[in-house]
């Protein structure tokens, strides 16, 4: 049974920063894909970013690219999301992922955490 529990989330100013941390339990071979996506409510849920453990391979949503940074650490089946720059519209509930391939769309991810809260004050 894969379990990814996310933290980091919380209360921030706006142009502040937070890092986000999800762990992975029951990690197997076909976790090729991590990916962290948001909602925000009343809207649908939206793609950030998403890195293989080991290749380096990483893309991002225009929408935070050059302020959200994604890495993982294989030792310590972790993945992060470092978030600079936030802005108000960067409030939502903030999900990490698991998928067999790279992807930017959330059907294409079989496991998911509970989410972390994320609200950044104007």
């Known amino acids: 049974q894969v379990q990814l529990v996310e933290s980091g989330g919380g209360l921030v100013q706006a142009g502040g920063s937070l890092r986000l941390s999800c762990v992975v339990s029951?990690?197997?071979?076909?976790?090729?894909?991590m990916g962290w996506f948001r909602q925000a409510p009343g809207k649908e849920r939206e793609f950030l970013a998403v890195?293989?453990?080991?290749?380096?391979?990483?893309t991002y949503a225009d929408s935070v690219q050059g302020r959200f940074t994604i890495s993982t650490d294989s030792a310590k089946n972790t993945v992060y999301l470092q978030m600079n720059y936030l802005k108000p519209e960067d409030t939502a509930v903030y999900y990490c992922?698991?998928?067999?391939?790279?992807?930017?769309?959330?059907?294409?991810?079989?496991?998911w955490g509970q989410g972390t809260q994320v609200t950044v004050s104007a």
């Open positions: 890195s293989t453990w080991s290749t380096g391979i990483r």
């Open positions: 029951g990690r197997t071979f076909n976790q090729y894909g």
């Open positions: 992922a698991v998928a067999a391939f790279i992807s930017t769309h959330p059907t294409s991810y079989a496991y």
